[in-house]
């Protein structure tokens, strides 16, 4: 069986900051709390509460003297001032593709425009996108932004400032642009998705192209896992997404003579390896120069 792995499958550099500032502050072994998650994967968060850092759900949860540390998907401005005012030292591992999203919806705001956030509402990274604001209006797609738009004809004359989640497919994210270019008169247009995704999802499109199954690795709860699992349904007519090694069925692959392999990128280069090691303990004949990929890839 041939096994092609995606070059940027796995960890992209804001997760492996994030994850590395977190494992560096367990190490100094001062206290410490995780506000939320800091990533969507759940054998590094029970990884690093191994090592002491435990998580809390609000900033008033965390103990007193405690350091916090801010996730890589962000937080809402209050939530700043909400540490702020307990004293609690904040170790921020807001990605900073994420935290230049919060300056510019701050930024558009304090010039009199409405930023139009396009995301998915309920996604931690755009309820913190939200908070730097006083009035954001979060949409989810194309079909929404007009829909929203329809609703008050005044609003396609209002100062507008319109951004996206870092992690939508450059497909839908186009569609926004050209609705808004359309139909209003005064917007402001960032381009906020992050180029590691964007990389991704193309490498992902790719591989589902040519191949005869594809293996998605990622938290369910991972929405750039999500898109990559969508991407390749779109081309590819094996699509087997799992969290982790144990839930691949091997009868799944059989009889396939090519298989491709991506993962999202709160993906830890360790999971990868399980099902590698799991797909060679099935006596898939997986060509030798996959294990060369892997090795480089993690
Ligand atoms: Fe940052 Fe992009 Fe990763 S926004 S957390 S580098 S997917």
Known sequence: MKVELAKSAGFCYGVRRAVE????????GRPCVMLGHIIHNNSVIEALEAQGVSVVERPEDAPAGSAVIIRSHGEGKAVYDALQARGAEIIDTTCPNVSRIHKLVAQAEAEGRCPLIIG???????????????????????????????????????PLAMVSQTTSTRERWERCIKKAKKECTNIKISDTICNATC???????????????????????????????????????????????????PSNLYGK?????????????????????????????IEESFAEMLEKSI
């Open 21 to 28: 500032v977190a494992q560096q502050a367990a190490a100094s």
């Open 120 to 158: 998915s509402p309920s996604h931690p990274e755009i309820q913190a996108i939200a908070g730097w604001c006083t009035n954001a209006v979060v949409l989810d797609g194309p079909e929404a932004l007009g829909d929203w738009l329809a609703a008050d004809p005044r609003r396609c004359r209002m």
């Open 199 to 249: 990389k991704r999802q193309a490498e992902a499109q790719e591989l589902a192209a040519r191949n005869e199954a594809m293996i998605v690795i990622g938290s369910r709860e991972s929405s750039n896992t999500r898109r990559l699992a969508e991407l390749c349904a779109a081309l590819c007519p094996t699509v087997l997404w799992i969290e982790r090694a144990e839930e691949l069925e």
């Open 257 to 285: 003579a090519s298989v491709g392999i991506t993962a999202g990128a709160s993906t830890p280069g360790w999971i990868i390896k399980e099902v590698y090691d799991k797909m060679s303990e099935e006596n898939m004949e």
